[in-house]
């Protein structure tokens, strides 16, 4: 906001007209108002509340001593607990799973093991039953019998096996050329379909193969699932097995407890009556009797003294009874003595005491003197300072002119 003054020659202001808008005389003065800026209006009342948030967040003890919030903290942490529960859980369930899987797998393996041991052993018995050294087209070259089972070197002179050299056959004198290559023909046929059959058959254990690994992974899973099934009622079967065996535990226990105690009570009715019907109780003087002689007695089962020795035992008791008065008298008169002197004792304290009872008169009285007089010079001296020296005193409006600002 600004003012502008053109051709003026004189002006008034006011004390209370400088506070709001100026007063202009004269003719030759124009006064031209802008408006003011939006924007700088908005900073203004932006400065404006961040200056009261500031001051609520200073003047604010709490606040400002804490400096968090507290319940937003709490509600973090109880958030982060119950997600730690929630992952616990979930890791919990999740072990449990793989512990299930683990054991499956354990169970398939073990199963692979078994099919794969039982084909191994199958292709042992199929090279030991249809593949033999013997079966082979090839056998003749390395048979070791051959030697024992060949035919001599000349059989007749139409022997194949006679060459050139044996003067039985001579080059160009093929005379089975036909039937050898009707043989030879036959031969491949044949070879070929023991080739075919073998392809044949090659595709057919593969098909068999598949469809049996099909039907064995179905198996293994139906397997799988009864064995989870088996598994869960041999767990609950054995719980209620334990279960029986604790109660015919807790019968057996309660039984041998009440059994132990009829014993026992039934062996205290015995000793009660041994103890009764004994001896010891009877007090049997003839069992005291010694066979060393008639004035010894055996002391572990003597009941009891004669007439005479407790006659002597009564005459020594009146006898200690008579030293006992004595010692008791003598006694009686140094306690007597000893209470003379405490008497004696106590009158010189009391006597002390009251001396020093009224030496602490006499100092609380010089005291108190001495206070009073403290007491009336404080008194002057504040009189003094509120009415003289500190005659100016602070209004409420004095103390309001602070704490308006927080920078």
């Not at 919990?92 to 039982?118: G, S, T, Y």
């Not at 023909?185 to 098909?207: H, I, T, Y």
């Not at 535990?249 to 105690?261: N, P, S, T, Y």
């Not at 009285?365 to 020296?389: G, I, P, R, T």
């Amino acid at each position: 906001m600004g003012w502008s003054w053109v051709g003026f020659k004189n002006f008034n202001l006011s004390s209370s007209d400088k506070k709001t808008q100026p007063s202009v005389t004269g003719a030759n003065m124009y006064k031209v108002d802008i408006q003011p800026d939006l924007k700088e209006a908005a900073a203004i009342e932006a400065r404006r509340n961040r200056e009261k948030q500031r001051q609520s967040r200073i003047f604010n003890a709490r606040y400002r001593t804490m400096g968090v919030d507290v319940e937003g903290l709490k509600t973090q942490v109880e958030e982060r607990k119950l997600r730690e529960i929630a992952e616990k859980r979930r890791d919990e369930a999740f072990d449990a799973d793989r512990v299930q899987c683990d054991k499956i797998a354990q169970m398939l393996e073990e199963e692979e093991r078994q099919r794969k041991k039982q084909l191994h052993q199958a292709i042992l018995d199929f090279h030991k039953r249809e593949q033999q050294p013997s079966m082979r087209r090839e056998w003749d070259l390395y048979d070791p019998e051959a030697a024992r089972k060949a035919l001599p070197a000349r059989v007749s002179d139409d022997d194949p096996r006679c060459g050139p050299s044996s003067m039985q056959r001579f080059a160009g004198e093929d005379q089975i050329a036909h039937a050898r290559q009707k043989l030879l023909k036959e031969q491949n046929k044949r070879v070929l379909e023991e080739q075919r059959s073998e392809r044949e058959k090659d595709l057919a254990d593969r098909k068999y193969a598949d469809l049996m690994e099909d039907k064995k992974r179905i198996e293994l899973d139906l397997r799988a699932l009864e064995l989870a099934r088996l598994e869960d009622e041999c767990r609950k079967a054995k719980a209620m097995a334990i279960a029986d065996f604790n109660r015919a535990q807790a019968a057996e226990v309660a039984e041998q407890q009440r059994l132990a105690q009829q014993r026992e009570q039934d062996n205290n009715y015995a000793e009660i009556h041994n103890h009764l019907t004994g001896d010891l109780l009877t007090e049997n003087p003839d069992i005291a009797k010694s066979l060393v002689g008639p004035h010894r007695v055996i002391t572990d089962r003597w009941k009891g003294m004669t007439s005479a020795e407790v006659e002597a035992v009564r005459k020594a008791q009146e006898q200690q009874c008579k030293e006992k008065q004595r010692l008791r008298e003598e006694e009686q008169q140094l306690e007597a003595e000893w209470d003379r002197q405490r008497e004696l004792a106590g009158r010189a304290a009391m006597e002390m005491e009251q001396q020093e009872q009224n030496f602490r008169q006499q100092l609380r009285k010089s005291l108190d003197a001495y206070n009073q007089d403290l007491a009336d010079a404080q008194k002057s001296n504040l009189q003094y300072m509120e009415k003289e020296v500190y005659s100016n005193v602070p209004t409420a409006q004095y103390h309001l002119q602070f704490n308006t600002s927080s920078r």
